[in-house]
T-cell receptor, first 112, second 109 residues
Framework: EPEVTQTPSHQVTQMGQEVILRCVPI?????FYWYRQILGQKVEFLVSFYNNEISEKSEIFDDQFSVERPDGSNFTLKIRSTKLEDSAMYFC??????????FGPGTRLTVL | QKEVEQNSGPLSVPEGAIASLNCTYSDRGSQSFFWYRQYSGKSPELIMFIYSNGDKEDGRFTAQLNKASQYVSLLIRDSQPSDSATYLCAVNTGNQFYFGTGTSLTVIP
């Protein structure tokens, strides 16, 4: 099973601030995904990324969100101006195949 | 609205029994179906996926898909206390992934 780490494990920020969440796959993968899970709620798809571009995004993934692979390995999710309702666990997932998604440990984002 | 529905449980089974978890989905265009396990405070772990009608077996786990009924299930044979977790059903529809709220399973020693 592929390994993926996420940093930071916990991020606390003030409303309106920008945050960058990072995903570091240990091995080379083609597919990257971001999900979020608000406490006690379902996992929600945000975006999928393939071949260095977004392949699909959900309604949640509005203009305040962006993703990139700045150095060809790390995969980042940027939230430009955080809101209270952005508080959630954010999971990165990776896969060699579109159907095989291996989740990272997550970053807990707390917006105050 | 694309929905994935699961009975939230809790579902309790004795050790060694078969646990049966069910999931229905609303979009007939859904292409592939996934079962994840999520321990409290942890990230989802992929158990298996299925995209053809019928059964797919992997060790103690069997996924069953019935596209006509828009129904997917997971059977866990010889349930162990370590199987106690929340089981998430997910569906790939239009290249987006939709998760259910999960079913909490407790395996009683």
């Amino acid at each position: 099973e592929p390994e993926v780490t996420q940093t930071p494990s916990h991020q606390v920020t003030q409303m309106g601030q920008e945050v960058i969440l990072r995903c570091v796959p240990i091995s080379n993968h083609l597919y990257f995904y971001w999900y979020r899970q608000i406490l006690g709620q379902k996992v929600e798809f945000l975006v999928s990324f393939y071949n260095n571009e977004i392949s699909e995004k959900s309604e949640i993934f509005d203009d305040q969100f962006s993703v990139e692979r700045p150095d060809g390995s790390n995969f980042t999710l940027k939230i430009r101006s955080t809101k209270l309702e952005d508080s959630a666990m954010y999971f990165c997932a990776i896969g060699l195949d579109y159907n095989e998604q291996f989740f990272g440990p997550g970053t807990r984002l707390t917006v105050l | 609205q694309k929905e994935v529905e699961q009975n939230s449980g809790p579902l309790s089974v004795p050790e060694g029994a078969i646990a049966s978890l069910n999931c229905t989905y609303s979009d007939r265009g859904s292409q592939s179906f996934f079962w994840y396990r999520q321990y409290s405070g942890k990230s989802p772990e992929l158990i298996m996926f299925i995209y053809s009608n019928g059964d797919k077996e992997d060790g103690r786990f069997t996924a069953q898909l019935n596209k006509a009924s828009q129904y997917v299930s997971l059977l866990i044979r010889d349930s162990q206390p370590s199987d106690s977790a929340t089981y998430l059903c997910a569906v790939n529809t239009g290249n987006q992934f939709y998760f259910g709220t999960g079913t909490s399973l407790t395996v009683i020693p």
